[in-house]
């Protein structure tokens, strides 16, 4: 990871989006979270940047969406392969920007990949549909038409799935895009567009623009009547804004927002296998993802068990730098992130939970924080009602079934819920009382793009991945055809 100042590569993407300006653009600087080293510095674009990223991808939106599906998916395929060729390099960027260890940045960037194909795949399944008319002299019909240009705007926890899974449904419908990867991760995301551009999408199809504050990026997107769309991944509040930026004009929007997901160990679940899935539920990512367990209920006839196996489990879990081998945590994405965790810990334990171990920051450099599990929570505790992001497990013991049902479910978030249970009536009875968009039965680990990803309540609108991720980027359209 050596210091990439002014790195070529991406100044050039940068440059491209910019508008037509002798001025020379302030720079933002990317950081390695593991180490604090400079790595990057990128132009910051302005509102007259976005404007006439927008205005490149309305003029390509005809044309695009004038290409027959399967020229679409031609495009979609090289780029999912020349991301799979290079998977090596886009991980080693990952890691260095975002820490995360660097195998989980590979497999993240295949997944980014997965999602490539299936939208090639999928781009060629798009369906309409013939009505029986209620009278004979007319018939009916629905066909489906791209949304037009769409804003995207990605998190840091997932630099390169995140913009695989928003922009390649949205391409393989035939909408043109504008993307904002997050300003602690655009290096990757830059790459993957650099991946684009040799794998032939017209001139303006795909456009990147970033800028330190996203404000700047997010005003304009939500404000440009040309943007028909935006699809969002962040934070709750973050969502509540851009909902509003687009209220005015009515725009169609996709968003997947905050989560505060419960994990549920019923007494007859398998106890080993429910600490595995614990462990990927909770310390993938070091807790930074949507759908990390954020609080472990656990029942009282197996709470000692668990917690114990639990535990010693976390114990061995080694936090460092992303690049070092067998490092299973790496450090979260900045010192903002390290307090919240931090107090969550205090307020917990001021209140009467112990700490079982962790518990406290490490690492001379970088912004390390101990795998973390805490006992003797209650549900009133801010780790148990607000998103951690951090390698935090609290757990919390209780008696009855359906009351720990009604307790979880007092939420305003719907993202993700996990449970291990063996009993099918118990399974089944629990799946459809979680008021969450995605839960996982015996597994830690769900997400796929063959389904679909998204939360209800104030987690989220819309679906990614699956054949729904498609729909949400196209419009239906009624044709009645009359004097038959
Ligand atoms: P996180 O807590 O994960 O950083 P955010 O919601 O703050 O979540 O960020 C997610 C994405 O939203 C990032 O790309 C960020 O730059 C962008 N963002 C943050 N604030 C705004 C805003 N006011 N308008 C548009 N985008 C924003």
Not at 395 to 403: G, K, S, T, V, W
Request: hydrophobic content about 40%.
């Amino acid at each position: 990871t050596k210091h990439l100042k002014h790195p070529d590569r991406f100044i050039q993407i940068g440059s491209e989006a910019r508008a037509n300006t002798t001025a020379l653009p302030e720079l933002f600087s990317v950081f390695n979270p593991s180490s604090g080293e400079l790595l990057a510095e990128l132009p910051d674009m302005t509102v007259e940047d976005v404007s006439a990223a927008v205005a490149r991808a309305y003029a390509a939106q005809e044309r695009w969406a004038g290409l027959t599906a399967r020229e679409r998916s031609d495009i979609l395929w090289r780029w999912h392969q020349s991301i799979v060729d290079n998977s090596d390099d886009l991980a080693a960027i990952l890691t260095a920007e975002m820490g995360k260890p660097l195998a989980e940045a590979k497999s993240e960037v295949l997944h980014a990949a997965d999602y490539l194909q299936w939208y090639a795949e999928e781009a060629n399944r798009i369906y309409g549909e013939t009505i029986s008319a209620p009278s004979n002299d007319r018939r009916m019909l629905v066909i489906k038409q791209p949304i037009g240009v769409v804003g995207a705007i990605t998190p840091w926890n997932f630099p390169a799935s995140m913009v695989a899974r928003k922009i390649s449904p949205a391409l393989a419908a035939g909408c043109t895009v504008i993307l904002k990867p997050a300003e602690q991760t655009p290096l990757v995301a830059g790459a993957i567009f650099a991946l684009a551009q040799r794998a032939g999408f017209p001139d303006g199809v795909l456009n990147l623009v970033y800028a330190s504050d996203g404000d700047v990026i997010g005003r304009e997107l939500c404000s440009n009547p040309d943007v028909r769309k935006i699809s969002f991944t962040g934070s709750t509040e973050v969502g509540r804004l851009l909902m509003r930026q687009c209220s005015d004009q009515i725009k169609r929007i996709s968003f997947e927002l905050g989560g505060n997901a419960p994990f549920i160990v019923f007494d007859d679940a398998d106890i080993d296998a429910a600490v595995e899935g614990a462990i990927q539920a909770k310390f993938r990512n070091a807790g930074q993802t949507c759908v990390s367990a954020n609080r472990l209920y656990v029942q009282s006839s197996v709470y000692a068990e668990f917690g114990e196996k639990f535990t010693e489990r976390v114990r061995k879990l080694k936090v460092g730098d992303g690049f070092d081998t067998d490092v299973s945590v790496g450090p979260l994405i900045d010192e903002q992130a390290l307090a919240k965790v931090e107090r969550h810990v205090e307020d917990a334990v001021q209140r009467g939970a112990k700490i079982r171990c962790g518990g406290r920051r490490t690492g001379s450099n970088g912004t390390f924080f101990e795998p973390t599990v805490i006992t003797g929570v209650c549900s009133t505790m801010r780790l148990a009602q607000e998103e951690t992001f951090g390698p935090l497990a609290p757990i919390i013991r209780f008696d009855d079934p359906d009351q720990v049902v009604r307790e979880v479910n007092d939420t305003i978030y719907g993202l993700a819920a996990y449970f291990y249970a063996a009993n099918l009536k118990r399974i089944w009875r629990v799946a459809e009382a979680l008021e969450y968009g995605m839960i996982g039965i015996n597994t830690g680990r769900m997400s796929s793009e063959a389904a679909p990803f998204g939360g209800i309540k104030q987690s989220g609108i819309g679906r990614e991945g699956s054949r729904h991720g498609l729909e949400d980027y196209l419009e239906m359209k009624y044709l009645c055809m009359g004097g038959l």
